[in-house]
């Protein structure tokens, strides 16, 4: 908190002034996404009976009657029309279905908390996180952590346990092919809601991912924690964690479109999804044992289920190559000392320092900004940065220790 009053107290008139104003927008922000909420008419499982058939239930939860079938533990060619105490449905049934499907639909407001987050985390690490007019000697001041957690933390308790779990980065992915398959109704508004979270990791570099999902953001409050010290500074190769999320992706799609098991509609997501923590909706046992092993293993590994399972992040992850806002490293200055290789959780400094053309994942953390004994390394939109590291296959690269 010391480092956190004296990073305000050097920052400008004008870094205030935009603090100020960035704080209203934000505001006006989520004053828009309550008042577009208090339009929408919330569903509840008490207004269904067993007198109904799929095709009435439905149009009402949001999905198609497969998807209500699949729900139901039903054949997706069972009858549509015929009421669900014909089909053996009991009440305990029906409402257990329909609270679960009502779990996935999504909450509009939490698209404005997205943005505002997004944006507020974007314009800190470009204006605000580095004081105006303060030189590298006292570069332990730039871009305190304080800020971050408390995105962070903004983002566990809104994004994920006072609204729930949808809609939610991962989930909009999942959601697309869901629909191809015919689990959703209305596939044009699942792309847009996946367009939309794309977006916000490209206008900051996978800024909805590092500073504003709330699953992401509680890995990183674990990981932060001053412990394990020795054990954090052993990285994960980004080959292997890369390729075991990426065989996991599609092999979701080889059951989702039942070309293993013949069966569509199988999510294998569904068992593994650990965004049900925020709806403490345990029913799967395998749901249970990957929260808790996840968050287990993230006080030694950084964000081990974004590495490893998080079908969104290895979208974001081919998205930071279109980024706006991104890392940027000064060619002329950087003399590849590796400080901000040490301070990087994965691989992402590195592979930049390399010029690697797909470097590992960067979440836009902030834990290189202030640790260069050069300046070479700065936070800002493309269109503006200096004469970059290119990729080059043919320049010498030094050994730099993990």
């Not at 505001?27 to 577009?36: D, E, R, T």
């Not at 709806?279 to 996840?294: H, P, Q």
């Not at 994942?361 to 640790?371: E, G, M, T, Y």
Request: proline content about 5%; overall charge positive.
């Amino acid at each position: 908190m010391i480092n956190m009053y004296k990073w305000f107290s050097l920052l400008s008139t004008r870094q205030r002034s935009e603090m100020v104003a960035i704080v209203l927008i934000m505001a006006i922000i989520l004053g828009a996404g309550v008042v577009m909420n208090l339009h929408n008419e919330q569903t509840t499982s008490d207004i269904f009976t067993t007198d109904m058939s799929i095709q009435d239930i439905a149009p009402q939860v949001g999905v198609t009657g497969k998807a209500l079938a699949r729900e139901l533990k039903l054949n997706l060619d069972v009858p549509k029309k015929r009421p669900l105490k014909e089909l053996g449905i009991t009440m305990g049934n029906l409402e257990h279905a329909i609270e679960h499907l009502l779990s996935h639909k999504d909450t509009s407001i939490k698209y404005y908390i997205f943005t505002a987050l997004v944006f507020g985390a974007v314009v800190f690490l470009i204006r605000l996180g580095r004081p105006d007019g303060i030189d590298v000697k006292q570069k332990q001041l730039w871009f305190p952590r304080a800020p971050y957690i408390g995105f962070l933390l903004l983002s566990i308790i809104l994004c994920g346990f006072v609204l729930g779990k949808s809609p939610n980065p991962m989930e909009s992915i999942v959601k697309v092919f869901k629909s191809m398959v015919g689990l959703y109704p209305d596939p044009f508004i699942k792309v847009l809601a996946f367009v939309f979270f794309i977006v916000l990791a490209i206008i900051g570099n996978k800024a909805i991912c590092g500073w504003a999902c709330p699953f992401g953001a509680l890995q990183e409050i674990i990981y932060s924690f001053p412990i394990l010290r020795k054990i954090k500074q052993r990285k994960l190769p980004f080959i292997l964690t890369n390729t075991i999320r990426t065989l996991l992706f599609l092999v979701m799609l080889l059951f989702l479109f039942g070309i293993i098991d013949g069966r569509k509609g199988v999510v294998i997501y569904h068992y593994i999804n650990p965004f049900n923590l925020f709806n403490f909706d345990f029913d799967s046992i395998s749901v249970l044992i990957t929260v808790i092993s996840v968050l287990m293993i993230a006080f030694v590994f950084y964000r081990p289920f974004c590495q490893f399972i998080c079908p969104f992040g290895l979208a974001s992850w081919i998205a930071e190559s279109f980024s706006l806002c991104r890392v940027i490293i000064n060619e002329e200055k950087c003399t590849e000392c590796g400080a901000c290789i040490k301070v990087c959780p994965l691989h992402a400094a590195k592979g930049r320092v390399e010029s690697k053309t797909f470097p590992a994942d960067c979440f836009s953390c902030a834990r290189c900004l202030n640790v260069c004994p050069v300046d070479a390394i700065n936070y800002c939109p493309i269109w503006v940065k200096e004469k970059t590291k290119q990729p080059s296959g043919s320049k010498s690269r030094r050994f730099y220790p993990d």
